[in-house]
């Protein structure tokens, strides 16, 4: 059973760090590149980067360059992602979620079910 | 940078009607568009990738269709499961980033 777990979400104050994990089950992960995505509270979703399928190239949203990292551990089949100087607008339900095969690849084909992370004084 | 946007924003809709939602490109995407259902409380869930290709397990009365600038998301005859926020998603080989459209709500009506 294809699966997606993620885990590390919780509450931090303004300026703290927090490191997220997603594990990943039931598909050959290294073979995949593999995405963070946000949805604020009652908003829409919001991507927020992409590692490759061997952890060699990344990318980056925006507001969160510089202070986000993705990383992955094809030996654990684990997706990370360190934030860091974290905001308010950062409070979201954070999803990993996997690229799709063949002519999919350009969509997620499985997300996770999230994890919450709040950030607030 | 591409923009998704989708229209209406809510769709009153009954049980057993269609519902026709739309997704607009801010430039031409060929047939890079894909379209998710989330339902509260709920992660996404892939319903059409490329377009028109329905994923894996997904009902027949869904189907997508479009390409360029323009995309429909079709459901053909909405069941009770199917009252949920639709988003449509747009990504290139390079830069990988992903956008999302605003999403549609389809209500109960």
């Known amino acids: 059973q294809v699966q997606l777990v993620e885990s590390g979400g919780g509450v931090v104050q303004p300026g703290r760090s927090l490191r997220l994990s997603c594990a990943a089950s039931?598909?050959?992960?290294?073979?995949?590149?593999m995405h963070w995505v946000r949805q604020g509270p009652g908003k829409g979703l919001e991507w927020v980067a992409v590692?490759?399928?061997?952890?060699?190239?990344?990318y980056y949203e925006d507001s969160v360059k510089g202070r986000f990292t993705i990383s992955r551990d094809n030996s654990k089949n684990t997706l990370y992602l360190q934030m860091n100087s974290l905001g308010t607008e950062d409070t979201a339900v954070y999803y990993c979620?996997?690229?799709?095969?063949?002519?999919?690849?350009?969509?997620?084909?499985?997300w996770g079910q999230g994890t919450m992370v709040t950030v607030s004084s | 940078e591409i923009v998704l946007t989708q229209s209406p924003a809510t769709l009153s809709l009954s049980p057993g009607e269609r519902a026709t939602l739309s997704c607009r490109a801010s430039q031409s995407i060929s047939s890079f568009l894909a379209w998710y259902q989330q339902r509260p409380g709920q992660a996404p869930r892939l319903l059409i990738y490329?377009?028109?290709n329905r994923a894996t397990g997904i009902p027949a009365r869904f189907s997508g269709s479009g390409s360029g600038t323009d995309f429909t998301l079709t459901i053909s005859s909405l069941e009770p499961e199917d009252f949920a926020i639709y988003y449509c998603?747009?990504?290139?080989?390079?830069?990988?980033?992903?956008?999302f459209g605003g999403g549609t709500k389809v209500e109960i009506k």
């Open positions: 490329d377009a028109s």
């Open positions: 979620a996997k690229e799709g095969s063949g002519v999919g690849y350009l969509a997620f084909d499985v």
């Open positions: 590692v490759s399928s061997a952890g060699t190239v990344t």
């Open positions: 998603q747009h990504r290139n080989n390079w830069p990988p980033a992903a956008t």
């Open positions: 039931g598909f050959t992960f290294h073979n995949y590149g």
